[in-house]
């Protein structure tokens, strides 16, 4: 049976970073590219890192139910297309979705044998300087993705695993245990240790 692996956290907390590291570990997994009607950043590619979708082209795609989960964030939308999901599970592949939190929540119904790892920064203040070193998101955009982010990370309990993302080589490894533990059937799920929040 093919997983579903859904890395969730705040933004800046370095998902996109470890999800790079944990696919050169696992080759075989594959990363399902996310709907936005967000603008392109600089170097951004269309139908690589998002599909870019205006908000009208979205909102046909939510109607006819293309989508696996959709949420929106920070005044933008974002969802999985079913398109991205379905044709590699069926295939077999294990597929990654990078998603944020309402999104994973949606996933725990229609998926409910997915795999959610939850990344977490180690403060909040952390996560403020990540943003704002990125360089990606002008200060308003920051202060708006620092709201979300402290009502995102009150949803640490609902996820079967927490990764701290402090040193970014310790949660690599983490995050790579989790994943070989689930694709060699050896993980445990939410269902079978409810609440439960475990780093392993
Ligand atoms: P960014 O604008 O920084 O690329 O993404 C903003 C937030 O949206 C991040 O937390 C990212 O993980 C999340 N996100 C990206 N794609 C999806 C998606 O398909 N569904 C949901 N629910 N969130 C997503």
Do not use: C
């Amino acid at each position: 049976m093919a997983r579903v692996f859904v890395i969730t956290g705040p933004s800046g907390v370095g998902k996109g970073t470890l999800i790079r590291g944990l696919m050169e570990r696992h080759r075989e997994l594959q990363l399902s590219v996310s709907a936005t009607t967000r603008a392109p950043r600089p170097g951004e590619r269309d139908g690589v890192d998002y599909h870019f979708l205006d908000r009208e082209e979205f909102e046909r795609r939510v109607d006819a139910g293309e989508f696996v989960e959709h949420a929106d964030y920070a005044g933008r939308s974002y969802g999985t297309l079913r398109s991205e999901l379905e044709g590699r599970v069926r295939a077999g592949a294990p597929v990654v979705l990078e998603i944020e939190v309402q999104g994973a929540r949606q996933v725990r119904s229609s998926v409910p044998d997915a795999v959610q790892v939850f990344i977490a920064p180690p403060s909040l203040q952390a996560l403020r300087t990540r943003l704002i070193g990125r360089g990606t998101d002008d200060p308003e955009e920051v202060e708006r993705r620092l709201r979300v982010a402290a009502e995102e990370l009150e949803a640490q309990p609902e996820f079967a695993h927490v990764v701290v993302n402090d040193r970014l080589q310790d949660a690599l490894e983490q995050l790579t245990a989790v994943v070989a533990d689930e694709l060699e059937g050896r993980g445990t799920t939410l269902e079978a240790q409810p609440g439960k929040a475990t780093t392993k």
